[in-house]
């Protein structure tokens, strides 16, 4: 059975730039969290998605936006790129919200 | 504030040889306490996940324990191999109406060496 898949592992962008990070949960799976871990630092929640509805926000500008699709797949938006977005950032599936979350590989960004 | 707090940063022993990591958090309403094994620049991998009336879980060579009253934690690692070598981060869950949040913290990086 594939894990929890992102794409692309790593991504170099300029601020002001847009990017967009793809995340497919463990097949059965209904709920995605996206994290975000800056170096050094534990993962810091952003937003939880179940059922293809915002079930959960961090404290994250609204520079940051998420969806979820019918095939509980999901992206993650950012937009107007800062320096400091340069981290990992972690998708985790579950089968519901309460559930054990389960982690991908990440997206390593980097901002210049 | 909710927290949670690791010690210590970082730790370095001997192959074979076993260490405990600690976890303290002031977390409420509380759900549940996971341990995560995150290697450098992968995903964390559960270890352990325990509720408020679970005192200790293993996991092979991993035993986690609970104290709800004084909120602490820790990880126990008994003859640790190379592969133990990661970060291991301690996650509390804090009840919410839709869903837990996850409150993370900041790990204690472990180097294993021969």
């Known amino acids: 059975d594939a894990g929890v898949t992102q794409s692309p592992t790593h991504l170099i962008k300029t601020r002001g730039q847009h990017v967009t990070l793809r995340c497919s949960p463990i097949?059965?799976?209904?709920?995605v969290s996206w994290y975000q871990q800056v170096l050094g630092q534990g993962p810091q929640f952003i937003f939880q998605?179940?059922?293809?509805?915002?079930?959960g926000r961090g404290n994250f500008p609204d520079r940051f936006s998420a969806r979820q699709f019918p095939n509980y797949s999901s992206e993650l938006n950012v937009n107007a790129l800062l320096l400091g977005d340069s981290a990992l950032y972690l998708c985790?599936?579950?089968?519901?919200?309460?559930?054990?979350?389960?982690f991908g590989p990440g997206t390593r960004l980097l901002v210049l | 504030k909710n927290q949670v707090e690791q010690s210590p940063q970082s730790l370095i022993i001997l192959e074979g040889k076993n260490c405990t990591l600690q976890c303290n958090y002031t977390v409420s309403p509380f759900s549940n306490l996971r341990w995560y094994k995150q290697d450098t620049g992968r995903g964390p991998v559960s270890l352990t996940i325990?509720?408020?009336?679970?005192n200790t879980k293993s996991n092979g060579r991993y035993t986690a324990t609970l104290d709800a009253d004084t909120k602490q934690s820790s990880l126990h690692i008994t003859a640790s191999q190379l592969s133990d070598s990661a970060s291991y981060i301690c996650v509390v869950a804090q009840i919410s109406y839709n869903t837990d949040k996850l409150i993370f913290g900041t790990g204690t990086r472990l180097q294993v060496f021969p």
């Open positions: 998605y179940y059922e293809k509805e915002e079930r």
């Open positions: 325990m509720t408020f009336s679970e």
């Open positions: 097949s059965g799976h209904k709920s």
């Open positions: 985790a599936s579950s089968l519901g919200t309460k559930e054990t979350q389960y």
